[in-house]
């Protein structure tokens, strides 16, 4: 059965089964998120207002795959290309990618 995840504006991103709820982990990211919030098959991106991007492991086992520190706050949801990673602080588009 899948996951559902959901973020708290305080800062706490929660994953939970769905329909009872039951709560699998939490991560708190220790600034309130504002709707940075990406989920895919493998990955889950949550930005918070401190301008820091937690990359985590979808699934029922919690592991932080990257800690990325942004310049200014993460406000907006990234957006993914292929391998790229697009990622809008308060004050530039980043592309994240994998070097060559």
Not at 9 to 35: E, F, R
Not at 58 to 69: C, F, L, N, S, Y
Request: net charge positive; charged share 20%; proline share 6%.
């Amino acid at each position: 059965m899948g996951c559902f995840t959901w973020a708290i504006w305080a800062g706490w991103c929660i994953v939970s089964i769905p329909p009872t709820g039951a709560v699998v982990w939490t991560h708190d990211t220790k600034a309130p998120i504002w709707g940075c919030l990406l989920a895919t098959k493998e990955r889950l991106y949550v930005g918070n207002t401190d301008g820091v991007m937690t990359v985590l492991q979808t699934g029922r086992r919690k592991r932080e795959v990257a800690h990325i520190e942004m310049d200014s706050p993460l406000y907006s949801r990234p957006a993914l290309d292929g391998d790229e990673l697009y990622l809008a602080t308060a004050e530039r588009l980043y592309l994240i990618r994998k070097k060559p």
